[in-house]
């Protein structure tokens, strides 16, 4: 496709469930980027993944979070046995960032996250 | 934490008006950009400005850089109901590698 896509775009799970959330980035994006993004609030940074570098995980707020990217493309994130404070939008954004040259994000429509 | 914080966190003009918004940041950075939100869902980006720049302009939007001050300004003129959305400033900290940060975001509403 021509933009990032997220799927799913609206997950609602039990607390205590897992759930995995799917970004395809535009084709040849080196950089992918996570961010979770609460009702009204600011865009919190996750995790950032840049070619084969080991990624930035900085932001995962704890060790039920984690993500993947396999091939260099496809990225998934999981967060395990969910809590009612995880429900938010969670976005993913590509880049090109070549020649060592930060270039815009192109972002997804996002996956509405609510656990009950 | 927050990288950058955007003030003000709520702003409500006639269309016509002009509307600035600014950003301060904490560490070092390389780059600085701003992007618009509607709905609270995919944001889409408006300009980028580099740390050697101090102004840009791209069509009804002039962003400002003052590294010495660690602050932006995103100034949108001749302003439309439109243009009604969350705009926010993202920073890369001079941390080696492309990780963005963004701040909290300054909700615009234009009356009509």
């Known amino acids: 496709g021509a933009g990032v896509s997220q799927s799913p775009s609206n997950k609602v799970t039990e607390k205590g469930k897992d759930v995995e959330l799917r970004c395809d980035p535009i084709?040849?994006?080196?950089?992918l980027y996570w961010y979770r993004q609460s009702l009204g609030q600011g865009l919190e940074f996750l995790i950032y993944?840049?070619?084969?570098?080991?990624?930035?995980k900085s932001g995962l707020p704890s060790d039920r979070f984690s993500a993947e990217r396999t091939g260099g493309s496809v990225s998934t994130l999981t967060i395990q046995r969910t809590q009612q404070e995880d429900s938010a939008v969670y976005l993913c954004?590509?880049?090109?960032?070549?020649?060592?040259?930060?270039?815009?994000?192109?972002f997804g429509e996002g996956s509405r996250l609510t656990v009950l | 934490s927050q990288q950058g914080e955007e003030d003000p966190q709520a702003l409500s003009i006639q269309e016509g008006e002009n509307a600035t918004m600014n950003c301060s940041y904490k560490?070092?950075?390389?780059?600085l950009q701003w992007y618009r939100q509607n709905s609270g869902r995919g944001l889409v980006h408006l300009i980028l400005?580099?740390?050697?720049?101090r102004e840009k302009h791209s069509g009804r939007l002039r962003v400002t850089l003052d590294t010495s001050k660690k602050s932006s300004s995103l100034l949108i003129t001749a302003s439309r109901a439109a243009d009604t959305a969350s705009y926010f400033c993202?920073?890369?900290?001079?941390?080696?590698?492309?990780?963005?940060?963004f701040g909290a975001g300054t909700r615009l509403f234009v009356k009509a």
């Open positions: 954004a590509s880049s090109s960032s070549l020649a060592g040259v930060l270039a815009e994000l192109f």
């Open positions: 084709s040849g994006h080196t950089a």
């Open positions: 993944f840049q070619g084969n570098s080991a990624p930035d």
């Open positions: 560490t070092s950075i390389n780059n």
């Open positions: 400005i580099r740390s050697n720049e």
């Open positions: 993202a920073t890369d900290p001079n941390t080696g590698g492309f990780k963005t940060i």
